[in-house]
């Protein structure tokens, strides 16, 4: 039940929308062609078909971050706590932020410099 948007967005691309293998209906924003926004959500269905017919195994939340490096994670989260990590949204104070930074270095290990 996969379709499209008749008109399009203020930004000139169309929204579209699928069901997922749950269920349940996702929308998301295609492409400034109404055509090929519709093969989009299509496909994105028959994908999610597949998985919830049991022909694909359901991909796991992990996959998406896998070959990514430990550093350049335990850089971005220093730097998400830095900026907005602690209470109300407000930065870490320099003692957590320190306790932070050595535990990530104790986690990282030999590849950490």
């Known amino acids: 039940m996969a379709?499209?948007?008749?008109?399009p967005?203020?930004?000139?691309k169309y929204r579209g929308w699928y069901?997922?293998?749950r269920g349940r209906r996702k929308t998301f924003t295609g492409t400034?062609?109404?055509a090929e926004t519709r093969r989009m959500a299509?496909?994105?269905?028959d994908k999610h078909l597949k998985v919830r017919l049991g022909y694909i195994a359901a991909p796991h939340p992990a996959e998406k971050h896998k070959n990514t490096p430990f550093?350049?994670?335990?850089?971005e989260y220093l730097d998400w706590?830095?900026?907005?990590?602690g209470r109300?949204?407000?930065?870490w104070g320099k003692t957590h932020a320190r306790e932070r930074k050595n535990k990530l270095k104790w986690w990282g290990g030999a590849s950490q410099a």
């Open 3 to 7: 379709g499209v948007r008749k008109k």
């Open 9 to 12: 967005e203020s930004n000139g």
């Open 19 to 21: 069901v997922d293998a």
């Open 32 to 34: 400034t062609k109404r």
């Open 42 to 45: 299509q496909s994105l269905e």
């Open 71 to 75: 550093r350049e994670i335990a850089d």
């Open 81 to 85: 706590g830095m900026a907005s990590g």
């Open 88 to 91: 109300g949204g407000r930065p």
